[in-house]
């Protein structure tokens, strides 16, 4: 399943549509797979963000999160959107959020199959032009229909990375790339991984890959399970090399492969499988994707030329 979600300035006033489509089960390089599309919303209003899929549900974020928007849960099979209720955090005046270290995430209660959404949170303190040394986190329970706070046990130095590709969660636990203030002092900026379990509602966390704190790093889920992306330099087009990590017997962490995608001007979205990189072209929005065992360049038959700014989702 794909879905594809952005802001249309072809029309005024400007729209934002959202389609969802689906696609075959196996997709084949030099084969264009044929595609359905089972969901169009010519206009989904003031939605900024969509998360997930996680069993065909999306998390559409309503209004900004400054302003405390709202959340509510999509199911493009059945069309239906449930809107949920409104979170607040009590914070000292002078307080601001600070975008870049926002953590949210989505995932099932395996012992009690509740749907949940973590949302964790810092702020900007603006008569100290620092962060405020504090880490903000809820959950919702959907069989609750409600919000609960929660004490992260993380300091607020541990920037949690907001590059995770779509849902990292597996298992009844969400995943985030993660700085770790131990390694901050010591002068080395390592990523560490940051875990939340969906059941007992408690934050872990445990050492990533070995890689440079200078680099871009992204979590995606690869064949089901949980990998790492880095790169030194990804402004270099048809010269960046992407290192893929994954997680081997507990939590060691190997390197299985460097790719090297033959496109200009892209933005990965994440894994197929094990081993088919899916790129959206940033000049003419085409999604293709890059056979990393087959060393082939496919089109998934997407053109979304009318979108000038948007995300793109799927779901195997």
Same mark, same amino acid.
């Given at each position: 399943?794909?879905?594809?979600?952005?802001?249309?300035?072809?029309?005024?006033?400007?729209?934002?549509?959202?389609?969802?489509?689906?696609?075959?089960?196996?997709?084949?390089?030099?084969?264009?797979?044929?595609?359905?599309?089972?969901?169009?919303? #010519? $206009?989904?209003?003031?939605?900024? %963000? &969509?998360?997930?899929? +996680? @069993?065909?549900?999306?998390?559409?974020? /309503?209004?900004?999160?400054?302003?405390?928007?709202?959340?509510?849960?999509?199911?493009?099979?059945?069309?239906?959107?449930?809107?949920?209720?409104?979170?607040?955090?009590?914070?000292?005046?002078?307080? #601001? $959020?600070?975008?870049?270290?926002? %953590? &949210?995430?989505?995932? +099932? @209660?395996?012992?009690?199959?509740?749907? /949940?959404?973590?949302?964790?949170?810092?702020?900007?303190?603006?008569?100290?032009?620092?962060?405020?040394?504090?880490?903000?986190?809820?959950?919702?329970?959907?069989?609750?229909?409600?919000?609960?706070?929660?004490?992260?046990?993380?300091?607020?130095?541990?920037?949690?990375?907001?590059?995770?590709?779509?849902?990292?969660? /597996?298992?009844?636990?969400?995943?985030?790339?993660?700085?770790?203030?131990?390694?901050?002092?010591?002068?080395?900026?390592?990523?560490?991984?940051?875990?939340?379990?969906?059941?007992?509602?408690?934050?872990?966390?445990?050492?990533?890959?070995?890689?440079?704190?200078?680099?871009?790093?992204?979590?995606?889920?690869?064949?089901?399970?949980?990998?790492?992306?880095?790169?030194?330099?990804?402004?270099?087009?048809?010269?960046?090399?992407?290192?893929?990590?994954?997680?081997?017997?507990?939590?060691?962490?190997?390197?299985?492969?460097?790719?090297?995608?033959?496109?200009?001007?892209?933005?990965?979205?994440?894994?197929?499988?094990?081993?088919?990189?899916?790129?959206?072209?940033?000049?003419?929005?085409?999604?293709?994707?890059?056979?990393?065992?087959?060393?082939?360049?496919?089109?998934?038959?997407?053109?979304?030329?009318?979108?000038?700014?948007?995300?793109?989702?799927?779901?195997?």
């Amino acid at each position: 399943m794909i879905t594809k979600f952005g802001l249309n300035y072809h029309k005024v006033p400007c729209v934002r549509p959202f389609d969802t489509y689906l696609l075959p089960d196996k997709i084949f390089s030099g084969c264009v797979p044929t595609h359905k599309l089972i969901y169009h919303g #010519e $206009d989904v209003g003031d939605v900024r %963000g &969509i998360y997930g899929p +996680i @069993d065909g549900l999306f998390l559409l974020e /309503k209004g900004h999160h400054i302003d405390n928007g709202r959340f509510g849960w999509w199911n493009p099979a059945t069309k239906e959107y449930r809107l949920i209720p409104r979170v607040f955090f009590e914070v000292e005046e002078g307080l #601001e $959020d600070n975008d870049c270290r926002i %953590g &949210i995430g989505i995932g +099932i @209660d395996l012992a009690t199959h509740d749907y /949940k959404i973590i949302w964790v949170r810092t702020y900007w303190n603006d008569y100290e032009s620092d962060i405020f040394p504090k880490v903000y986190a809820a959950v919702y329970s959907m069989k609750n229909d409600s919000w609960k706070h929660l004490e992260p046990n993380f300091s607020h130095e541990c920037q949690i990375c907001a590059s995770s590709q779509h849902c990292t969660y /597996k298992n009844g636990m969400y995943y985030w790339i993660s700085t770790s203030k131990k390694y901050i002092s010591e002068g080395i900026n390592v990523y560490f991984i940051r875990t939340f379990d969906i059941s007992t509602e408690l934050f872990g966390e445990f050492e990533g890959p070995p890689i440079p704190g200078e680099h871009w790093v992204t979590l995606f889920l690869r064949g089901g399970s949980i990998a790492t992306m880095s790169s030194k330099d990804v402004t270099q087009a048809m010269r960046a090399f992407y290192d893929i990590w994954v997680n081997i017997r507990g939590n060691n962490q190997i390197k299985v492969y460097t790719v090297n995608p033959p496109i200009t001007d892209y933005l990965c979205t994440g894994i197929w499988e094990y081993d088919k990189f899916i790129y959206e072209l940033t000049q003419s929005c085409k999604v293709l994707f890059y056979d990393q065992t087959a060393k082939q360049v496919t089109s998934l038959g997407f053109e979304f030329v009318e979108l000038s700014f948007g995300s793109l989702g799927f779901e195997l």
